[in-house]
């Protein structure tokens, strides 16, 4: 009947009494991670209500605008009459000069897989000379297997998406030109103004995308876009859905996300 008890047991030495086991050990590491955990929690969430406190509605808007990533994002449309508001609180960022700078290509389902397409012929013409992605290199095998992620993110990653905004910094004409940075600033205020007014939306998940930095900056993506020649695209504001739960996980501090120098 040796089976029914197991196999025999080694010796164990009696364990001291006043060493703590491992097991105590780890809880009470445990509960010191939580701790910690919990204090920097207290903390943000205190960050946030104090300037909310001092700077009321404005601040809380601010603050509820957020990146929201293609992992969240849920199988539901969001309406074009949602993002004409977007577009709408875009149009009343500043800008400097005549006439603002930004110009919106909004790419419904047809154009985002349109865009994309795009983007995989202009690798595969160029990826020897520009790299894939964000300037990677490697060997042909490397490519392919970017290249297959990559055409699998059409009904992928990007599958859910209602839509991507094509984000464009007109350059004005004329001789009194202003520099082209104000022009990609005041761009970025207006895309600001549309995650902020999206984040006024329940269950709207939007994000800035940079794209792939080689076919973004290319003569086919300017004429998919209608670009000037001097103009920049400064890539897509992807529009999806999310849970209404999806939880803010950020954590800001003014020693880390704030460089401030003060001066008398
Ligand atoms: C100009 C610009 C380009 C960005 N490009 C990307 C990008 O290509 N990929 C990405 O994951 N996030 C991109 N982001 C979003 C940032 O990751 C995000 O803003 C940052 O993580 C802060 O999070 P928050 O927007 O929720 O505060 C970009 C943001 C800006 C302003």
Redesign the pocket.
């Known amino acids: 009947m040796r089976w029914f008890h197991g196999p025999p047991k080694t010796p164990v030495a009696p364990a001291d009494a006043c060493a703590p086991s491992a097991i105590q050990l780890s809880s009470v590491v445990a509960v010191a991670v939580a701790l910690i955990m919990l204090l920097i929690a207290i903390r943000s969430q205190a960050t946030r209500q104090s300037i909310s406190g001092r700077r009321g509605e404005v601040l809380s808007c601010i603050l509820a605008?957020?990146?929201v990533?293609p992992r969240h994002y849920v199988e539901r449309d969001i309406s074009a009459e949602i993002v004409q508001g977007l577009l709408d609180a875009a149009m009343w960022a500043p800008y400097h000069g005549s006439r603002p700078p930004w110009r919106f290509v909004v790419l419904g389902k047809e154009a985002m897989v349109a865009m994309q397409r795009l983007t995989l012929d202009f690798y595969d013409a160029n990826w020897r000379t520009t790299g894939w992605a964000d300037g990677k290199r490697g060997t042909d095998a490397d490519y392919r297997k970017w290249r297959t992620m990559t055409e699998d993110e059409i009904n992928g990653r990007w599958g859910p998406v209602s839509y991507m905004i094509g984000i464009v910094a007109q350059r004005q004409a004329g001789s009194k030109r202003l520099p082209m940075h104000e022009e990609i600033a005041a761009t970025?205020c207006a895309v600001q103004n549309m995650h902020i007014q999206a984040a006024s939306v329940p269950g709207v998940a939007c994000?800035?995308?940079?794209?792939h930095d080689a076919v973004r900056d290319s003569e086919a993506m300017r004429r998919f876009l209608s670009m000037g020649s001097e103009d920049a695209c400064?890539?897509f504001f992807i529009v999806a859905a999310c849970s209404l739960s999806l939880k803010d996980s950020?954590q800001r501090e003014p020693s880390s996300h704030n460089a401030v120098d003060w001066r008398a």
Do not use: V
């Open positions: 605008r957020r990146s990533f970025a994000y800035w995308s940079s794209w400064l890539g950020r």
